[in-house]
């Protein structure tokens, strides 16, 4: 399994400390929620309050009120537990050479610990998930120390969403940034979080434009940079250092992973395929 390394952001906040993860926990599946439609009741002025503004409103000239069935609203999309292990084929950046691993995906608490490995050679990181997206950043070796990602869901109006992981710390960190300047994903926001230690934070947060992807740029007390892949309403930023690289997964309904992964310099990213044995 070939990966490239990709300039990410170096965390200097000593509040962000790195602990060993636990070798247990399993995340469970949420279960879809259904919303059953009113019953219609009949009779002197009984019938069924729909769900409107307005309410029931009796027909004209009518001695039995009218009305309207309330609208059933769509299943909650389950989240897929994607904890186990998988076959992956994928393929370089910029069109190089394909690859084949095993990756096993193992639950942390807040976060996901990745684990490739292809060959001999080994590869370790840390993932966080929203809705059915996975961030990872990892880097070579049996451990990810020292690797970070954030991911973030892009709001309607533009805010962005975050949560951050980072490799032997199993609690996530929150994140908001929200737009003051620019357009589409660029521009500069005003952040505010609270850190793996429980502290509450505040600073600025620039994106541009570079390549296939963004290069994010954060000073909350000290100036932190990473590289990061647009997917769909998702970001996924990976941060630490040269010796870290970043992916992204679309999170597929049968529990595949499909995603894509690259470096700043790269005119393409790479794609990776991982299906659940």
Same mark, same amino acid.
């Given at each position: ?124 990181? @840390? $993932? ?7 961030? %990872?950043? =990892?880097?070579?070796?049996? /451990? !990810?120390?020292?690797? &970070? ?87 996924? @930023? $990976? ?7 970043? %992916?992204? =997964?679309?999170?597929?309904? /049968? !529990?595949?992973?499909? &995603? ?18």
């Amino acid at each position: 399994m070939s990966f490239i390394i990709v300039w990410f952001r170096t965390i200097t906040n000593s509040s962000q400390e790195t602990f060993y993860m636990p070798r247990y926990l399993s995340l469970s599946p949420l279960m879809p929620v259904i919303l059953s439609a009113a019953l219609i009741g009949i009779g002197c002025g009984m019938g069924a309050k729909p769900t409107t503004n307005e309410g029931s409103k009796p027909a004209a000239n009518a001695s039995t009120p009218a009305s309207t069935p309330a609208p059933t609203a769509s299943p909650a999309a389950a989240k897929v537990n994607i904890a186990g292990e998988y076959d992956a084929t994928g393929t370089n950046p910029d069109g190089g050479a394909p690859y084949k691993a095993g990756l096993v995906v193992t639950p942390r608490d807040d976060v996901y610990q990745f684990s490739w490995l292809s060959g001999s050679s080994k590869y370790d990181g @840390v $993932g966080v998930m929203t809705d059915n997206t996975v961030a %990872v950043s =990892y880097t070579s070796g049996s /451990d !990810g120390k020292g690797c &970070g990602v954030v991911l973030y869901k892009i709001g309607a109006d533009g805010t962005l969403d975050g949560v951050s992981g980072y490799w032997g710390n199993n609690v996530a960190e929150k994140e908001k940034a929200v737009r003051d300047r620019g357009t589409d994903l660029e521009g500069r926001y005003e952040i505010s979080g609270t850190n793996t230690g429980g502290k509450s934070y505040k600073g600025e947060l620039n994106i541009k434009r570079d390549g296939e992807g963004y290069v994010f740029e954060w000073n909350a007390g000290s100036l932190l940079t990473g590289y990061g892949i647009r997917t769909g309403d998702k970001v996924a @930023v $990976g941060f630490g250092g040269k010796q870290c690289t970043f %992916v992204a =997964y679309d999170v597929k309904p /049968d !529990g595949t992973l499909d &995603g894509k992964w690259g470096a700043q310099s790269a005119k393409s990213f790479g794609t990776e395929v991982a299906k659940k044995k």
